[in-house]
């Protein structure tokens, strides 16, 4: 019994202690090298603030941690620039690999500084390319470096942080996770799908879809091409009003927040102006190109080719149809992927044609693939969140990723434990907005994977200069928000998720 007993205690102590001390310096991390890989830096930074070369921002209160910097070289054209921050103490024994947004060419330190403070090793990837904001010019005669953009960067980093991590600790993470969002967020659904066993969760918010490109230089050529069509910003709060007074109670409850906005349907000839125009109503062009905005994208034959931006967004439209052209970020995947011409004219764009080109560019590299059932069946747990008040990507748009995920993995079901989707009221591309925007991501995917606690309800915060003023449930879709009819609109706690009217 006796001996029974001390082999229990064993057992306790090796599964409770702290993690040991490094298997090998931080320094010595450098002499690791092989025919893709080469570290140029491994060094030791002291617990404090923190300024990356190259960076603007330093971060605070950061604990000490061994930086790695590395060049991976999986082809011979590519050239992806990695970085693995790992903690020198109180190591939490697991690992976040953090996204990018956009076309990539940079780090996005302020995420690895949330994941170092949380105890996590933490690493970031600059796409393959530099330069943050350069477009995509970078895959011109450069095949390779789009597939390092896409997914294949991605990988490689997370391959090479989890070699690192055992280097250093001497085993492995217990856990692994993707956080991203926009860019970020669209990378974390192709590496669920094309490294199934790679991550055990992954937190995919507003997944920027790569035929969003196609639909946001429709609405372009839809919005301003014609100077008649276009509507000046100081009329957004005007045309945002006349939203909300349409859709705002039909969820029961005026608050400023379009609850359902798949619900709304607005009819903008009511702005029309009864003379020439004013500041305070459209002109007759103006109502089509508003009606234009909040409609789907669809070819000849009615099929929707891409969904619409929806109710709500009104303040926010000048992203992409403020002109007087389309934003570079849409621009360059028909510039430099799809025509390889930087010359390209956006105004020749044809929906139907310039799409199907830009799907077969995009086939079996970037496009988003929903057939996620090995990723399921390893045991992966997925956390999409969108805002549908996003002013960038068509918020259906990740509606209809998750019903067809749920559908190829077998499990058509809502409320799978594999696969949540939440939909945020008045919430922007990724945060920012009229509604709460702010939640712990990273403690729910961790509650889920590590302890099977799917989640139910999610508590999301507004602030206003810094002051918390409004918390709301964010539910699983498609379950909605409904407020019992008491208490103050801005206590979460008075607000209950049930299915949609």
Known sequence: MTERLTLFMIVVVATFAPVPLQAQSCESLSKRVSPTVS??????????????????????????????????????????????WLPISDWNGKFLAVG????????????MADGLRRGYATSATDDGHTGRGSGAGFIVGHPEKFVDFAYRAEHEMTVEAKILIKAFYGRDARYSYWNGCSGGGREGLLQAYRYPEEFDGIIAGDPANVRRNAWALWLAVQTFKDPAAYIPPEKYPMIHRAVLDACDANDGLKDGLIEEPERCHVDFKALECKASGGPDCLTARQVQTAQTII?????????????????????????????????DLFLDQFRYVVYQDPNWDWRTFNLERDSAKANAADKDIDELDPHLAPFAKHGGKLLIYHGWADQQV????????YKSALKLSGNPAEGSNWIRLFMAPGMGHCSGGEGPDTFDKISLIEQWVEQGKAPERIIAAHQTAGRVD?????????????????????????????SSR
């Open 100 to 111: 990018s947004g956009g076309w990539g060419g940079y780090f996005s330190y302020d995420d």
């Open 295 to 327: 409609s789907p994208a669809t070819d000849s034959k009615g099929n929707v080719l891409f969904p619409r931006l929806e109710p709500g967004t009104e303040l926010h439209w000048a992203r992409l149809a403020g002109g007087p052209r389309p934003a």
């Open 470 to 498: 409004r918390t709301r449930p964010l539910c699983p879709y498609p379950q909605v928000a409904r407020y019992n009819g008491t208490g103050s609109i801005d206590d979460a706690s008075n607000f209950a998720c049930s």
């Open 39 to 84: 570290i140029t830096l491994a060094k030791t930074i002291d617990a404090g603030s923190f300024t990356p070369t190259g960076s603007t921002t330093t971060f605070p209160d950061l604990p000490a941690f061994c930086r790695v910097v590395a060049n991976l070289k999986p082809t011979s054209d590519s050239d992806i620039r990695t970085e693995i």
């Open 394 to 401: 068509a918020p259906g748009s990740s509606i209809e990723f």
